[in-house]
């Protein structure tokens, strides 16, 4: 369904009429940004380097390829985030939680919430739940006799989103802590654990903090009586997994419809995630697949079930394969021609130890709405920040947790990830950004603030 209306009930949603008009008309899509971004950093390297036109295309060039694992990685989260949050078990349980609410001011913040943790498990959980659980909620809500405005249960669910790089997945933070990523180099070698970024004291007390304020404003603006209504269109029905059916007619086919083969290779995966944390090993990128991986083998009811959801899945990761070696390129051209040193340069010329983390928050910020992939930022800005940090005698974890903290918070109101949450519930993002708009000025006092104190 789509629906262009006014968010109900929300002053400053009904301000920002215009502006969601002008960024539905005008905005480009995520891999042109990524094409502006290109040539505008090549731009700069011709006036603020020494740099020729061929070095900066050899170096563009040479770049490419750079980040070949860090896709995979990358691609592979998003994937097994959807698979997951697509198992019949998961499903579910969010048909259990979407009976809990019985108002819809309740209702409007389960969704956040719910989205918000399964955010800090994983983003790729995260982005998809947010969306199932919207429409299992409109669903059931609307046979139970709640009037629910379905448009605000979709920001509500995406706004979840915003804690995403404060959590398990977060891949600035698992980048660093990744012994010979492509980030070592700027931290003289030596990994940084996620016990100082994801797991420090600041950052969790933070994400349970921006989670309450956030879960918060979805309840404050919900529609009050008299307001607007859009409810789930009486067609819309979610796909249910267990109304899967397979063909089993051969022997192979029962071995494909048997249990027994993703089971054992679950708990193979068990065991080798147990003997690596025994034997000392951290939480890294490729870690935090295998874990998704292994609660996949064991959720799913065979091989069938796991090769239909990663078709299902496949789709959402085109636009990751086909992005990332162009923010790799950039990384090349930054890298190879020296203007990450003009840059960090400049930086440092107007922070301070103090300002750092909230200057670097700021433009983390910005940064995202041309680089909306956290790694693929995260490959931009990490060394620059971290170039800038090191100089300033500031911690190399306030240099990470800012970007990360900059680029969630500025996905409310860039369409990328949107994308899967508006193709499940069959909204476009005028219909939402009012609501995430909010989001973002919420979640962007809390971040700063803690940013600010971290840097004292």
């Known amino acids: 369904m789509s629906t262009t209306t006014k968010p109900a009930g929300n002053p400053i949603s009904r301000l920002m009429g215009p502006v969601n008009r002008v960024v539905e008309r005008f905005t480009p899509s995520a891999l042109v940004f990524a094409i502006v971004l ?3 950093v090549a731009i700069l390297a011709l006036i603020l380097t020494d740099a020729t036109p061929a070095e900066v295309v050899t170096t563009w060039g040479d770049g490419l390829s750079g980040l070949l694992a860090f896709i995979t990685q990358m691609s592979l989260i998003l994937l097994l985030g959807y698979i997951l949050a697509k198992t019949g078990p998961v499903q579910k ?67 979840g989103y915003v804690v995403w790089h404060m959590g398990y997945s977060g891949s600035a933070p698992l980048t660093a ?33 921006t989670v309450a304020a956030v879960v918060s404003a979805m309840a404050l603006v919900a529609p009050r009586k008299g307001d607007k209504i859009v409810e789930l269109s009486a067609e819309a029905r979610g796909e249910d997994a267990a109304a899967r059916r397979y063909d089993v007619e051969t022997p192979a086919d029962r071995i494909d419809a048997s249990r027994l083969p993703t089971f054992l290779m679950g708990l193979m995966l068990v065991a080798y995630l147990f003997l690596h944390f025994m034997n000392g090993g951290t939480l890294t990128l490729d870690i935090v697949n295998w874990s998704f991986l292994t609660l996949i083998l064991l959720l799913v009811h065979h091989p ?116 899967p949450v508006l193709a499940i519930a069959g909204l476009k993002m005028r219909d939402i950004l009012g609501y995430t708009t909010l989001t973002l000025v919420v979640s962007g006092v809390v971040l700063a603030a803690t940013l600010v104190i971290v840097s004292l």
């Open 93 to 159: 349980g969010l048909r259990r939680l979407a009976a809990l609410p019985s108002t819809p001011v309740r209702a409007y913040a389960l969704v956040c919430l719910v989205a918000a943790v399964a955010s800090l498990i994983t983003w790729g959980l995260g982005l998809v739940v947010g969306a199932l659980l919207a429409v299992e909620v409109a669903q059931q809500g609307r046979a139970r006799g709640l009037k629910l405005h379905f448009p605000l249960l979709v920001a509500a669910g995406y706004s």
């Open 304 to 419: 069938f079930e796991l090769l239909d959801l990663t078709k299902e899945a496949a789709s959402n990761v085109g636009e990751i394969l086909l992005q990332f070696p162009l923010y790799a390129g950039i990384m090349g051209i930054m890298a190879g021609t020296g203007l990450i040193k003009v840059l960090s340069d400049a930086f440092v010329s107007i922070a301070t130890p103090e300002t750092f983390g909230l200057l670097a928050f700021l433009s983390a910020g910005v940064v995202n709405l041309f680089v909306p992939s956290g790694g693929g930022q995260f490959a931009v800005q990490g060394p620059l920040l971290l170039e800038t940090a090191g100089q300033l005698g500031v911690s190399p974890e306030i240099a990470v947790m800012a970007l990360a903290y900059g680029d969630q918070w500025t996905n409310m109101v860039q369409p990328f990830w949107a994308i």
């Open 38 to 40: 290109t040539f505008v």
């Open 177 to 209: 802590a990744t012994p010979d990523s492509f980030i070592a180099p700027y931290l003289d070698g030596v990994p940084l654990p996620v016990s100082q970024t994801t797991f420090s004291s600041w950052n969790m007390i933070a994400a349970v903090v």
